[in-house]
T-cell receptor
Framework: GAGVSQTPSNKVTEKGKYVELRCDPI?????LYWYRQSLGQGPEFLIY????????DSGLPNDRFFAVRPEGSVSTLKIQRTERGDSAVYLC?????????????FGEGSRLTVL | GIQVEQSPPDLILQEGANSTLRCNFS?????LQWFHQNPWGQLINLFY???GTKQNGRLSATTVATERYSLLYISSSQTTDSGVYFC????????????FGKGTLLTVNP
């Protein structure tokens, strides 16, 4: 597609539920990133994919968070047993390559609210 | 990890005024991007500027990598310029992770 596409744009769930957030990167971009933005803060790194593999998942807050990118394109961020503190905007970005010349392009984000 | 500080945290302007936003970073970088986050939350790429000066219409940016800062200039501001401006850097030695500052909230009044 023309830009990074994220679905859903808004998700309201109850504490303890399971949530999946989807990201479709710009066509041809091999690198994909997930960030999380809390109110009043800048985005914070969660995980980075180069191709199908998670090259760095050091930003995932705990083992309730998991992300996959099985075919090297679309990625899904999965959150188990959601907690109120998980409420945030989850941003996905992609870049043509992960090298030093890689400019990141962000999607519109998925706003997650955990009641 | 690298620290990114943006100033001022908040800025209120009258339409037509000029402004300068600053981004300081604590270590060498190989990438620096400026973003505008609009009221709907979308992060819009403004500049990819690890060094040097670039201009795009009423906006321009300068990065002095050796002195570890970047400046974003907005001239003849418009109400549509309102939103949060983020600076994000990629630390030298990393080839993927961007670290964001806390942003500058700009309000342009008519």
């Amino acid at each position: 597609g023309a830009g990074v596409s994220q679905t859903p744009s808004n998700k309201v769930t109850e504490k303890g539920k399971y949530v999946e957030l989807r990201c479709d990167p710009i066509s041809g971009h091999t690198a994909l990133y997930w960030y999380r933005q809390s109110l009043g803060q800048g985005p914070e790194f969660l995980i980075y994919f180069q191709g199908t593999g998670a090259a760095d998942d050091s930003g995932l807050p705990n083992d309730r968070f998991f992300a996959v990118r099985p075919e090297g394109s679309v990625s899904t961020l999965k959150i188990q047993r959601t907690e109120r503190g998980d409420s945030a905007v989850y941003l996905c970005a992609s870049s043509f390559q992960a090298g030093v010349v890689g400019e990141l392009f962000f999607g519109e984000g998925s706003r997650l609210t955990v009641l | 990890g690298i620290q990114v500080e943006q100033s001022p945290p908040d800025l209120i302007l009258q339409e037509g005024a000029n402004s300068t936003l600053r981004c300081n970073f604590s270590d060498s970088v190989n990438n620096l991007q400026w973003f505008h986050q609009n009221p709907w939350g979308q992060l819009i790429n403004l500049f990819y500027i690890p060094s040097g000066t670039k201009q795009n219409g009423r906006l321009s940016a300068t990065t002095v990598a050796t002195e570890r800062y970047s400046l974003l200039y907005i001239s003849s501001s418009q109400t549509t310029d309102s939103g949060v401006y983020f600076c994000a850097v990629r630390e030298r030695g990393s080839n993927y992770k961007l670290t964001f500052g806390k942003g500058t909230l700009l309000t342009v009044n008519p």
